[in-house]
């Protein structure tokens, strides 16, 4: 199975901060990676595929780049709303695996 | 809009068995794949079981083959989990997730979720 390890996994921040999670592969995955959101209680809430495209909704302040083994995602100005767990998952190979998640908290 | 919605946890001694159900409506269910995830306590997510649209293709993870059964029924919008032989490792919330896209390899994200079941096993 194919490793996804994500880092940091757990950040502090601001509001307004820029916030940047990184997510390796044990293995090329090409673009095939998803981003989720999940606040407690809640379920994942799709942020992002392959890589870089943006789900519907989403606001324009989350971005997914990378290619490879090294993927990020950015939040360009951290809202209140945005403190929460985030998780990548590989789709490039069966089984699909989740990182570990990482989790932003108020500074 | 797309709501997925679980039911059938609860608390289950090891050993036992449990059959969870997931109800959605908003979308043509019999047009999609669609699968269980689950979530330990205070761990991350992982994969559980997938059957595509016409429940011609089953895949389980190795952690719960042969012990757990994925089906669904088309007419009544409705995706099943039969869990038997249940162990405490089995612990976590269930959910039901809807595929949203592919890889080039056939493989899968996930678009919509359920809010998830609780699922508890323990003596």
């Known amino acids: 199975d194919i490793q996804m390890t994500q880092s940091p996994s757990t950040l502090s921040a601001s509001v307004g901060d820029r916030v940047t999670i990184t997510c390796r592969a044990s293995?090329?995955?090409?673009?095939?990676l998803a981003w989720y959101q999940q606040k407690p209680g809640k379920a994942p809430n799709l942020l992002i595929y392959?890589?870089?495209s943006l789900n519907s909704g989403v606001p324009s302040r989350f971005s997914g780049s990378g290619s490879g083994t090294e993927f990020t995602l950015t939040i360009s100005s951290l809202q209140p709303d945005d403190f929460a767990t985030y998780y990548c998952?590989?789709?490039?190979?069966?089984?699909?695996?989740f990182g570990q998640g990482t989790k932003v908290e108020i500074k | 809009e797309v709501q997925l919605v679980e039911s059938g946890g609860g608390l289950v001694k090891p050993g036992g068995s449990l059959r969870l159900s997931c109800d959605a409506s908003?979308?043509?269910?019999?047009?999609?794949?669609m699968n269980w995830v689950r979530q330990a306590p205070g761990k991350g997510l992982e994969w559980v079981s997938s059957?595509?649209?016409?429940?011609?293709?089953?895949d389980y993870a190795d952690s719960v083959k042969g012990r757990f059964t994925i089906s669904r029924d088309n007419a009544k919008n409705s995706l099943y989990l039969q869990m038997n032989s249940l162990r405490a490792e089995d612990t976590a919330v269930y959910f039901c997730?809807?595929?949203?896209?592919?890889?080039?390899?056939?493989?899968?994200?996930?678009?919509?979720w359920g809010q998830g079941s609780l699922v508890t096993v323990s003596s």
């Open positions: 997730a809807r595929v949203g896209g592919y890889s080039g390899y056939g493989n899968y994200y996930f678009d919509y």
């Open positions: 908003g979308f043509i269910f019999s047009n999609y794949r």
């Open positions: 059957m595509t649209s016409s429940g011609t293709s089953i």
């Open positions: 293995q090329s995955i090409s673009r095939w």
């Open positions: 392959k890589a870089s």
């Open positions: 998952q590989q789709y490039n190979s069966y089984p699909v695996t």
